[in-house]
């Protein structure tokens, strides 16, 4: 009987995912990508969704579009629901299929540390539609707030309150603080929306716990200036309707509350049955494969595994990546050589790390130099737009930043799904 070209398997279109099957180059392997959404979202600029700086096509692309030109790379959509590791089967909603090889990349979601139930009031920011929904929010609370006959009901509507200080929360709460003091404040008539409250609680003694000391000091006084409150050291001891009680017995009263605090890995981890870190990543080998399991490989934001420095490799889009073309060149190999070539370890190169502010403001750490501020913020302007994806994608959100650089204005303000048209 005819032997069928080996088969590979890659569990989502992320960063990880992408780049594997963007990199992976053997000619007579069949590759299946699945993702359930038909889009590769640049999560870094998730948070501009979110504010109204940019809209949502303007940081996604179809999968199908960006492989268009792999011949042995096919793209379905569909949800994965679990895997059989011993029989080397993938149940997918719709069907269940075999591999040779399986690469994991399906990512992480917002995790709540033991406390689902602050979903509902705090959502969290992942998805597109994560984005879009905290946008309408906000916009939302201002017409609210425009509406109130009563100051204190103005108040609640024109409090934001971000919980976590990392790097999402850093960069929400700057951009809705710039979003209140310099884009909505002309446009209302009854509310000053730059006396808008936007406050960010961080559990640990500094913001963005994984820069220096300096770096972190240098972000808090960056965001105080754009009229962040910042709250260090303050626990959150529960999220209800509207409001946020802190374990100091302080409540803060908010329509807008934005969960950037937790992050963990796919909940398809648990059911793998293989060793998991506290966030619920897999503990892969050095070669990044699952113990016990050579063909199966963990990428990305799902791996827990060491770098050179005994630190865990973080979970940033560079890591995916690089992660993704070290299994890709190893599986290639091992192709070639009928099983028999070596399997160095995956080695993590960190070339940087940056977290933006605000209009001119970022922090940013690169080989041994840090500097903050304006050349932060440029480095931070440059990278993304090298990394985000499609070349109209490139052009429109930069026509976008120059727009609302110069005008202090936000094109992506439109609030939809409010009027049922079917009715007068
Ligand atoms: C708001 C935000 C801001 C960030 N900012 C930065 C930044 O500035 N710089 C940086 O380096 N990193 C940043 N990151 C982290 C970075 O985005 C991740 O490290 C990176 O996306 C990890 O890549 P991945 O391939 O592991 O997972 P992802 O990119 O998350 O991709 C996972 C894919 O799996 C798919 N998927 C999940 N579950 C299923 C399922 N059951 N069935 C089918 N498909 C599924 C998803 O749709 C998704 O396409 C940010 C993350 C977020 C959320």
Redo the contacts with the bound molecule.
């Keep these: 009987m005819e032997k069928m070209n080996p088969h590979v398997i890659v ?7 992408l780049t594997f099957c963007q990199t992976f180059n053997h000619r007579v392997t069949r590759v299946t990508l ?4 038909n889009h ?2 640049f ?2 600029l ?2 501009q969704v979110a504010t109204a700086g940019l809209s949502a096509p303007e940081i996604a692309q179809p999968i199908r579009s960006i492989l268009s030109d792999q011949p042995n790379v096919t793209v379905l959509l ?4 679990g895997c059989d590791l011993a029989e080397r089967t993938v149940r997918l909603e719709d069907s269940t299929l075999t591999y040779d090889y399986l690469v994991l ?4 979601h917002t995790s709540y540390f033991g406390h689902p139930e602050w979903e509902q009031f705090a959502p969290g ?2 998805s597109l539609d994560d984005a879009m929904g905290i946008r309408r929010r906000i916009l939302l609370a201002f017409e609210k707030a425009e509406n109130a006959n009563h100051p204190a009901g103005q108040d609640r509507w024109m409090t934001i309150v971000v919980v976590g200080g990392g ?2 929360g850093v960069e929400l709460a700057g951009a809705c603080a710039e979003l209140t003091r310099t884009v909505l404040q002309k446009d209302f008539k009854r509310i000053d929306p730059s006396q808008a409250r936007v406050v960010m609680i961080e559990a640990g003694p500094r913001v963005l716990a994984q820069f220096s000391p300096k770096l972190s000091a240098s972000a808090e006084r960056q965001l105080k200036a754009l009229g962040v409150e910042v709250r260090t050291a303050t626990k959150v001891k529960s999220i209800g309707p509207g409001r946020v009680d802190l374990e100091s017995g302080e409540v803060i009263f908010a329509e807008n509350i934005i969960w950037a605090a937790g ?1 963990s890995a ?1 909940p ?1 981890t648990q059911k793998l049955g293989v060793e998991l870190d506290r966030a619920g990543r897999v503990k892969v080998s050095p070669d990044l494969s699952l113990p016990g399991h050579p063909e199966v490989f963990a ?4 791996a827990f595994v060491l770098g050179e420095d005994g630190q865990p490799v973080p ?6 990546m690089q992660m993704a073309r070290h299994v890709a060149r190893l599986i290639e190999n091992e192709l070639l050589l009928n099983g028999k070539s070596p399997r160095p370890p995956f080695q993590y190169r960190n070339k940087g790390t940056m ?1 933006t502010i605000g209009r001119s403001a970022a922090v940013a750490k690169m080989g041994r130099f840090e500097f903050s501020g304006f050349p932060a913020w440029l480095a931070w302007l440059g990278v993304h737009l090298i990394f985000l994806i499609g070349f109209r994608n490139k052009v429109a959100v930069l026509l976008q930043w120059a727009y609302a650089y110069c005008t202090y204005k936000r094109g992506a303000r439109i609030i939809t799904g409010l009027a049922d048209n079917s009715k007068p």
Excluded: E
Excluded at 12 to 17: D, E, K, L
Excluded at 105 to 108: D, K, P
């Design positions: 569990l989502g279109a992320g960063f990880g995912g699945f993702d359930r959404q590769h979202l999560q870094p998730l948070y569909d949800r994965v629901v990349a399906l990512g992480g920011l992942k790097p999402t992050v796919s398809l990428i990305g934001d799902m979970g940033v889009s560079p890591a995916a977290a």
